[in-house]
């Protein structure tokens, strides 16, 4: 069965400061790989997500992710946070080509960005 | 529509009572999906719909839970004698394929048992 840790539970940054949310998968057939954020009172949205080809995906507000097969990892960057961050980020993974369609999600990392 | 909608937004039951929570998906998306997520948890899958059949339920916690999708679009999720750890918000999505191409969500229910 396919799962997704990520392995911070809590983030704390300064604005300014550099970015990387850990996410792996255990699947060891095709997958596809997505970053979800939930941003305050808001509704989840896609981030960016991965299906094949270039393993380095670029998604909005700056936001990027490398699918690093040999590691089944799928960690999230951004260069530089804004307070604006602040949100929870979900890393998830679903079989590619798989009846069993269903997206499985991480528990969710939270970011807090001090101003 | 625009977006997924869900309704109600909030629903607050007393324990024992039935609940219906429904979700009306983007026109001409195919796959429509129910997730739970719990007080500090991640998104717990629920079922899955093609059309207007189910063929994973796999998520559903207890057969006091239930799901139907009509004429491929509305679905509602149906929770029976409804239970305090049965709170959580109720999140429906869906997408034009089968999942591949990642999921819009909605605004979800949030269901709170008394």
């Known amino acids: 069965a396919q799962s997704v840790s990520q392995h911070n539970h809590h983030v704390i940054l300064s604005e300014a400061a550099s970015l990387e949310l850990g996410c792996n998968y255990s699947?060891?057939?095709?997958?596809?790989l997505f970053w979800y954020v939930q941003y305050p009172g808001q509704h989840l949205q896609l981030l960016l997500k991965?299906?094949?080809?270039?393993?380095l995906v670029k998604g909005i507000k700056g936001f990027e992710a490398e699918f690093i097969k040999s590691k089944f990892s799928f960690n999230l960057r951004k260069p530089s946070v804004q307070w604006s961050d602040t949100a929870e980020y979900f890393c998830?993974?679903?079989?590619?080509?798989?009846?069993?369609?269903?997206?499985?999600f991480g528990s969710g990392t939270r970011l807090s960005i001090r101003p | 529509g625009a977006g997924v909608s869900q309704s109600p937004s909030n629903k607050v039951t007393e324990k024992g009572k039935d609940v219906e929570l429904r979700c009306d998906p983007i026109?001409?998306?195919?796959?429509l999906y129910w997730y739970r997520q719990s007080l500090g948890q991640g998104l717990e899958f629920l079922i899955y719909?093609?059309?207007?059949?189910?063929?994973?339920k796999s998520g559903l916690p207890s057969d006091r839970f239930s799901a139907e999708r009509t004429g491929g679009s509305v679905s509602t999720l149906t929770i029976q004698r409804t239970q305090q750890e049965d709170s959580a918000v109720y999140l429906c999505?869906?997408?034009?394929?089968?999942?591949?191409?990642?999921?819009?969500f909605g605004s979800g229910t949030r269901l709170t048992v008394v």
């Open positions: 719909f093609q059309g207007n059949s189910a063929p994973d």
């Open positions: 999505a869906s997408s034009s394929d089968r999942g591949q191409g990642g999921y819009t």
């Open positions: 026109s001409g998306h195919t796959a």
């Open positions: 699947y060891g057939g095709t997958v596809n």
């Open positions: 991965y299906f094949s080809g270039d393993p």
């Open positions: 998830a993974v679903n079989a590619g080509y798989s009846s069993a369609s269903k997206i499985i």
